[in-house]
């Protein structure tokens, strides 16, 4: 799930940089007497943010993440008292 939104974020920072980018082409290009409908948007800013955002997602996922030579220890209830699960170091 996690996953999912660190893509779905950087899709929405890639579409919403090059929004305010094309604002901002237009504003400019109204100032300056040219038309507006001759404005193109700029995708590679937008795909150079949306890759950085990805980037620091995916990262930011693996922050977290076990050691590869680990195993997973579930929770377990004994005597009513829930004692907590995580990862234990495996020795090879």
């Known amino acids: 799930m996690r996953a999912l939104l660190v893509i779905l974020s950087a899709l929405g920072a890639a579409f919403l940089v090059m929004s305010f980018v094309r604002g901002w082409q237009i504003r400019k290009a109204v100032k300056s007497g ?4 001759a404005v193109d948007n700029n995708y ?3 795909a150079f943010v949306g ?3 990805f980037a620091i997602g995916a990262f930011w996922l693996e922050l977290d993440s076990a050691a590869p030579n680990t195993t997973y220890v579930p929770a377990k209830i004994k005597n009513g008292t829930i004692i907590e699960g995580g990862f234990e170091q495996r020795v090879d």
């Open 34 to 37: 040219s038309p507006a409908e």
């Open 44 to 46: 590679i800013l937008g």
């Open 51 to 53: 890759l950085v955002v």
